[in-house]
């Protein structure tokens, strides 16, 4: 069984997040890290690799990233958590993909693996957390022509099929799908692993493969801003919250105040 699996490395949500002049989210701050639902994504392949037989050899959990270098931080998170080996789609003519070009690209990492032996399955977080377009999955399978299951809060293997669990408002949904399937899972699959210390150093020898739009076979033209069907118009931070005005009553004008303040505000 081989698992691939999609990791985006994302701004730390503390940090202190911006745009480029191109409106294109700064993705070469210091503080980036892997998608968090991704790091379940991760779990998830570990889990099922390891119900599937010894993880190496045949057993293998892939992960896959395009962004410029500093994703291979996510990946290394990858490899520390436990994945065999890494694929980076790196190349300066990926910069301003929208979500077709992501999914393109990232179609065409899953097919170069897939060309190196069969790939069952391909795992994804259901939402980026600085893009949040929760698109990029189904396009990926469209691009695949694989089925997809969305939502995963659990998944087992079945017959050469994967059962999917989705936990909807109100309603415990079961899925399956034939392999090979494009999976997107939620933060309540699982709790990702913490790497200890073993770890991390036995993810250093381990590979990190970078293929450019030429390795892959893309016409570079075709990728990033230059192919990008969409274009961002604006993108600005939103002004602060303004203080929160507090209304007390101490010398009971406090109803006076308040009502003063929805006449103020066209309230009422
Ligand atoms: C017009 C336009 C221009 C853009 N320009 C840029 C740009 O210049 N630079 C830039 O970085 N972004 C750019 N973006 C944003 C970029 O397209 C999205 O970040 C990307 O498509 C992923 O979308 P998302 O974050 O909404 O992912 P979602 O669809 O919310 O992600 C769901 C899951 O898909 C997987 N996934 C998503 N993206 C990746 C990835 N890159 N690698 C591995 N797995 C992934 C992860 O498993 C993730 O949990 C642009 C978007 C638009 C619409």
Request: charged share 25%; hydrophobic share 45%.
């Amino acid at each position: 069984m081989r698992i691939l699996v999609c990791v985006k490395h994302v701004p730390d949500l503390q940090s202190n997040r911006g745009f480029t002049p191109e409106r294109r989210v700064r993705r070469t701050a210091e503080d980036g890290t892997m998608n968090e639902v991704d790091e379940n994504a991760v779990e998830a392949a570990l889990q099922l690799v390891a119900g599937a037989g010894a993880p190496g050899g045949a057993h293998q959990v892939i992960a896959l990233t395009l962004g410029p270098d500093e994703a291979a931080d996510a990946l290394r998170r990858a490899l520390q958590m436990g994945a065999d080996r890494a694929v980076h789609l790196l190349d300066d003519a990926f910069a301003g993909s929208d979500y077709f070009g992501t999914a393109a690209a990232l179609a065409a990492g899953v097919r170069h693996v897939a060309a190196q032996g069969e790939v069952d399955l391909v795992l994804t977080g259901m939402a980026a957390l600085d893009g949040l377009g929760s698109v990029v999955p189904a396009l990926l399978s469209a691009e695949l022509d694989w089925p997809q299951l969305t939502v995963a809060a659990h998944l087992e293997l079945a017959d050469g099929h994967l059962v999917a669990r989705r936990e909807l408002d109100g309603v415990t949904e079961t899925l399956r799908a034939p392999l090979p399937v494009v999976v997107g899972v939620t933060d309540l699959i699982n709790t990702p692993r913490f790497p200890k210390f073993k770890d991390i150093m036995a993810a250093r020898s381990k590979e990190i493969e970078t293929l450019t739009a030429a390795d892959l076979g893309l016409d570079p033209a075709s990728v990033g801003a230059s192919g990008a069907r969409t274009r961002v118009l604006r993108a600005e931070p939103r002004p602060p919250r303004p203080e929160p005005e507090l209304v007390t009553d101490d010398d009971g004008s406090g109803g006076r105040a308040l009502a003063d303040y929805l006449i103020r505000h066209d309230l009422i």
